[in-house]
């Protein structure tokens, strides 16, 4: 079975550029190595919310170049759900932690730090 190339042609025959599906693999081991606690972590909420980032950035400019994917949205929505629990965990556990990581990944927390609605049909009890 034969893999497909790594390097496309771009517009200019000498040049060979890398597959975007490449370069969104290469982000996210990059994010995976700066974000670890130790040398084996792929697991940690702040490994799984880098990861994250990387992957709805990817598939925020794919889904603005093919509006009309919405199997692709979906999954990106899915994505946006998980991290967003992921930064509710890691804001009750850690909250310095949490401030670094949005701050570095530059995430919006407004939504985050609302307080949540409890009770039958979300009313405050």
């Known amino acids: 079975m034969e893999t497909q190339a790594v390097f496309v042609k771009s517009e200019n025959p000498e040049v060979l550029e890398p597959r975007v599906a490449y370069t969104n693999f290469q982000s996210v081991e990059e994010m995976r190595q700066k974000y670890r606690l ?8 702040q490994v799984q919310i880098a ?12 889904m603005q170049k093919n509006k009309k994917d919405y199997a692709s949205l979906r999954g990106l929505t899915a994505m946006v759900v998980r991290r967003r629990k992921l930064l509710e965990y890691l804001l009750r556990e850690d909250l310095d932690e949490f401030n670094r990581i949005t701050s570095e990944l530059n995430i919006r927390t407004n939504q985050l730090m609302k307080p949540k609605l409890q009770g039958a049909r979300g009313r405050r009890t």
């Open 38 to 45: 130790h040398a084996s972590d792929t697991g940690s909420a």
């Open 51 to 62: 990861v994250l980032t990387a992957r709805i950035q990817y598939m925020t400019a794919h």
